[in-house]
DNA sequence: CTCTGCGCACGTC
DNA sequence: GACGTGCGCAGAG
């Protein structure tokens, strides 16, 4: 996570930037916050880097070269191609990515805006990657197994950014990033992929990746680390989070056949705004002792087991089932489990965000304070119930339990 | 030399 | 026509 300073920093220099019609590119940026801050270039760039992986700043290739907008300010140009990629409940169309950033207005739902922005000049830097392509297929891979590539590197890709290293990013200096990328390259980029008109085309073009912050090396190095053969870079969700249309089809779709048994029309309580109509289904197949405004550990606990009974095919009576049972439990949920549960707890929009993040329970576990509350790109307020309520409350049960345990 | 402001052209909606 | 973007230039420090 990148410091709270750093971020105004950025944030503001690119404001700036931009405000005096200057191309809010790396090197400028390093600079004037260099200047006006005195952070070393490096150190600004690594920030920028984690900012990127955050969503709070999108780096786009505009005109043939790389920009950095200030995700929370890019309005512009609705949504043609959402319409055209997939077709939302008005609800949706409303909002599209609340789920996201909370920084004015939904910083990272202007990722999608942002993405849309400019389908002629403006793409996405990471396009440029191959692997970009992949997380393409893998976005759209996820409708089938979206869950079970659950690998605890999406988190610990984001956490990267908290946890310092991204030395990474270092390397992309100033001027490199920029200068290494020649204008021809979102042209062959687009001809060489796949159809115009082609959906996943389309978000090719218009997705904003942040693995593509520093190049390639950036892209590949630590994330792909962290995640294995194949998990490789569809850890690094953001690019589905970039593409509402896609996530959200594949969310949807993923909810409505889960494959724990339970579907998200069926749990999602009378509170939370979505599927409501289910949420009758719901009471029936996990008979939840808990509304969702007053959702405390018990419920928490509760459902861990009633989760633990579903997934093990027990009757719903039977949520006698030891903590110690929760505890394993918690560390084999899948990222749609988690999914489901916050959107059980009422959080629907922000169990996106953990389904675009691919929190798994193991990376549940592993999340602090601020992967919640800025990782995640949802709004603060909600992000702090999820915090508090959900995510602390897990892990101190998750914890405790295991201390028990041993 | 660097930073800043802005006219202007261009592209999208 | 409105708006976002940024090049390129001129002026200020």
């Not at 191609?81 to 004015?104: H, I, K, L, M, Y």
């Not at 089938?144 to 390397?171: F, I, L, M, R, Y």
């Not at 992929?193 to 073009?205: N, V």
């Not at 009471?283 to 009974?309: G, R």
Request: aromatic share 4%; charged share 30%; glycine share 6%.
């Amino acid at each position: 996570m990148s410091e709270p300073m750093y971020r105004e920093w950025i944030l503001e220099t690119i404001d700036s930037l931009r405000s005096r019609k200057a191309r809010p590119d790396l090197d400028r940026i390093c600079r004037m916050v260099r200047r006006r801050h005195g952070s070393e270039a490096e150190r600004t760039c690594a920030e920028l880097d984690k900012l990127i992986r955050e969503q709070t700043v999108l780096k786009v290739n505009y005109k043939g070269s790389v920009s950095y907008r200030n995700a929370a300010k890019v309005h512009r140009r609705s949504r043609k191609r959402d319409d055209r990629a997939t077709r939302r409940s008005p609800t949706e169309d409303a909002d599209p990515w609340d789920v996201s950033n909370g920084d004015s207005g939904g910083a990272l739902g202007l990722v999608d805006r942002e993405e849309t922005a400019d389908p002629e000049d403006e793409v996405p830097v990471s396009m440029e990657t191959d692997s970009t392509i992949e997380e393409e297929e893998e976005v759209e891979g996820a409708d089938e197994d979206g869950h079970e590539g659950s690998s605890p590197g999406g988190v610990d890709a984001v956490k990267g950014g908290s946890g310092d290293t991204h030395p990474q990013s270092a390397p992309c200096s100033p001027s490199s990033t920029v200068s290494d990328r020649p204008p021809t390259i979102k042209t062959s980029r687009r001809s060489s992929s796949l159809p115009p008109s082609s959906p996943p085309a389309l978000r090719q073009k218009e997705c904003v990746s942040d693995t593509a912050f520093c190049p390639a090396e950036d892209g590949l190095s630590e994330m792909e680390r962290n995640t294995g053969p194949e998990g490789n870079l569809k850890t690094v969700a953001q690019p589905s989070g970039t593409c509402p249309w896609v996530q959200e089809r594949t969310i949807e779709d993923e909810m409505k056949t889960e494959d724990s048994g339970f579907t998200s029309d069926q749990l999602v309580p009378d509170c939370a705004d979505e599927s409501r109509e289910g949420s009758e289904r719901k009471s029936q197949a996990l008979s939840f002792p808990f509304e969702c405004a007053q959702y405390t550990e018990m419920n928490v606990a509760s459902y861990v087991m009633a989760q633990d009974n579903v997934k093990n095919g027990q009757k719903n009576g039977q949520v006698s089932a030891k903590m110690d049972t929760t505890r394993q439990n918690l560390l084999f949920w899948s990222v749609a489990d988690v999914a489901s549960y916050f959107t059980i707890a009422g959080f629907p929009e922000q169990a996106l965000a953990f389904r675009t993040q691919e929190i798994d329970g193991k990376s549940l576990l592993l999340m602090q304070r601020s992967d919640v509350l800025t990782g995640l790109s949802i709004r603060l307020g909600p992000a702090l119930k999820i915090y508090e309520r959900h995510v602390k409350v897990l892990q101190r049960t998750h914890f405790l339990d295991e201390e028990d345990g041993l």
